[in-house]
């Protein structure tokens, strides 16, 4: 549905410093993909590229099949067939809530009973199918992006580009809208795009993430292998809780390899990467007992009572980890604990810990 082929985008001409470097991914139909990095990483320049609103450098777009942007040339913004929510939302001031998004359908000569009926559905994903006479200016910076989202929907274009679009929402409607979001997406059978720099809510919503850091994409997988499995370092530490520490490899055993690392000698499902070399272990897959292989003793330095989730610090020989419990079983400071590190668990990443 959407091809993106070596993508280059730069702001400043005179500089090297590329907004976008050597960027290529593919969005299968139907595919909920986000765009996820910290900031200035380069998501929403990505995002406008495809949408039209910049000009690349260099690099190949296509959309359904049809080259939007090559070296040949570029295709307008009105002839691309998407939809999209930016992160600085703007809906227009003397129309009510309901004639901004009926605004887009016009444009596309959807009127009457049809139109309608669109409207009210997109109103009503949005919770503010009660706002719909209002006029646009008297909402508050969340209602008007919840306007502008459902401006976007209304369209049920092939291709629906999100920058951000739950940003000005408290937790607890953002976590409402993502679901809401994702069920609609699912229902129209659009391809969506979305950029956050929320790694939870790239967790909760995609099929597949592509993780940026200063324009390149360094991974992409969908959400329980970036997440369980890895391959870098910055992807680790990004998404999600992690404890990372430096190793090398100490021996080859099968389907195991053994790392010497700063809590001594840990074994590890897999085989090693190439490169400089790093151990993964997220807090929530450390156990408070004895298994098999890799046990640790320790003793608890810090307790974070979370309620539900319980973080500890843990001072192991020659490191600090952090572990994960629940509030069903409490520990103390002070306590000796033993760790279990399962090796599955164990990851082995690429980078410097
Ligand atoms: N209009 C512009 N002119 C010059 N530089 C720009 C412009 N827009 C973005 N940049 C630069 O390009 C880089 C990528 O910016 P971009 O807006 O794509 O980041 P982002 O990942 O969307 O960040 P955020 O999460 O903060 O929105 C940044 O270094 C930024 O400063
Ligand atoms: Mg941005």
Same mark, same amino acid.
């Given at each position: 549905?959407? @091809?993106?082929?070596?993508?280059? #985008?730069?702001?400043? #001409?005179?500089?090297?410093?590329?907004?976008?470097?050597?960027?290529?991914?593919?969005?299968?139909?139907?595919?909920?993909?986000?765009?996820?990095?910290?900031?200035?990483?380069? #998501?929403?320049?990505?995002?406008?590229?495809?949408?039209? &609103?910049?000009?690349?450098?260099?690099g190949?777009?296509?959309?359904?099949? /049809?080259?939007?942007?090559?070296a040949?040339? @570029?295709l307008?913004?009105? #002839?691309?067939?998407?939809?999209?929510?930016?992160?600085?939302?703007a809906?227009?001031?003397?129309? @009510?809530?309901?004639?901004?998004?009926?605004?887009?359908?016009?444009?596309?000569?959807?009127?009457?009973?049809?139109?309608?009926?669109?409207?009210e559905?997109?109103? !009503?994903?949005? $919770?503010?199918?009660?706002?719909?006479?209002?006029?646009?200016?008297?909402?508050?910076?969340g209602?008007?992006?919840?306007v502008?989202?459902?401006?976007?929907?209304?369209?049920?274009?092939?291709?629906?580009?999100l920058d951000?679009?739950?940003?000005?929402?408290d937790?607890?409607?953002?976590?409402?809208?993502?679901? !809401?979001?994702?069920?609609?997406q699912?229902?129209? =059978?659009?391809?969506?795009?979305?950029?956050?720099?929320? /790694?939870?809510?790239?967790?909760? &919503?995609?099929?597949?993430?592509?993780?940026?850091?200063?324009?390149?994409?360094?991974?992409?997988?969908?959400?329980?292998?970036?997440?369980?499995?890895?391959?870098?370092?910055?992807?680790?530490?990004?998404? =999600? /809780?992690?404890?990372?520490?430096?190793?090398? +490899?100490?021996?080859?055993?099968?389907?195991?390899?053994? &790392?010497?690392?700063?809590?001594?000698?840990?074994?590890?499902?897999?085989?090693?990467?190439d490169?400089?070399? @790093?151990?993964?272990?997220?807090?929530?897959?450390?156990?408070?007992?004895? $298994?098999a292989?890799?046990?640790?003793?320790?003793?608890?330095?810090? +307790?974070?009572?979370? $309620?539900?989730?319980?973080e500890?610090?843990?001072?192991?020989?020659?490191? !600090?980890?952090r572990? /994960?419990?629940?509030?069903?079983?409490?520990?103390? !400071?002070?306590?000796?604990?033993t760790?279990?590190?399962?090796?599955?668990r164990?990851?082995?990443?690429?980078?410097?810990a």
């Amino acid at each position: 549905m959407l @091809s993106i082929e070596n993508l280059h #985008k730069r702001y400043d #001409k005179r500089a090297d410093a590329f907004a976008v470097r050597a960027v290529s991914l593919d969005v299968r139909e139907g595919e909920f993909f986000t765009l996820l990095g910290p900031s200035g990483c380069g #998501k929403t320049t990505t995002l406008r590229c495809v949408a039209g &609103l910049e000009v690349p450098d260099s690099g190949t777009i296509r959309i359904a099949g /049809q080259t939007v942007f090559d070296a040949r040339g @570029s295709l307008p913004v009105a #002839k691309r067939d998407i939809a999209m929510v930016f992160q600085s939302y703007a809906i227009w001031p003397h129309m @009510s809530v309901a004639e901004n998004v009926r605004f887009p359908l016009d444009a596309m000569g959807i009127t009457g009973a049809a139109a309608t009926r669109r409207v009210e559905r997109a109103l !009503e994903m949005v $919770g503010l199918a009660a706002f719909r006479d209002r006029p646009a200016p008297m909402l508050s910076g969340g209602q008007q992006q919840r306007v502008a989202l459902a401006r976007a929907v209304v369209k049920e274009a092939k291709l629906l580009l999100l920058d951000e679009p739950l940003s000005n929402l408290d937790a607890r409607l953002r976590d409402q809208m993502r679901v !809401e979001l994702r069920d609609l997406q699912r229902r129209i =059978g659009t391809t969506a795009i979305y950029v956050t720099h929320d /790694q939870e809510e790239a967790m909760a &919503l995609s099929d597949r993430v592509a993780v940026m850091r200063d324009g390149v994409v360094v991974e992409l997988a969908p959400p329980r292998d970036l997440y369980l499995r890895p391959r870098t370092v910055f992807a680790a530490r990004f998404v =999600g /809780q992690a404890d990372v520490l430096p190793c090398t +490899v100490a021996a080859r055993d099968g389907a195991l390899t053994w &790392l010497d690392t700063p809590l001594g000698r840990i074994a590890s499902a897999g085989a090693p990467p190439d490169g400089p070399l @790093s151990l993964l272990i997220r807090p929530e897959h450390i156990a408070f007992d004895a $298994g098999a292989l890799n046990n640790l003793h320790g003793t608890i330095t810090r +307790v974070v009572f979370g $309620g539900r989730i319980v973080e500890y610090l843990v001072a192991v020989a020659g490191a !600090e980890l952090r572990v /994960q419990g629940t509030s069903a079983t409490l520990r103390a !400071e002070g306590e000796a604990v033993t760790l279990h590190l399962p090796p599955e668990r164990c990851v082995m990443v690429q980078g410097e810990a």
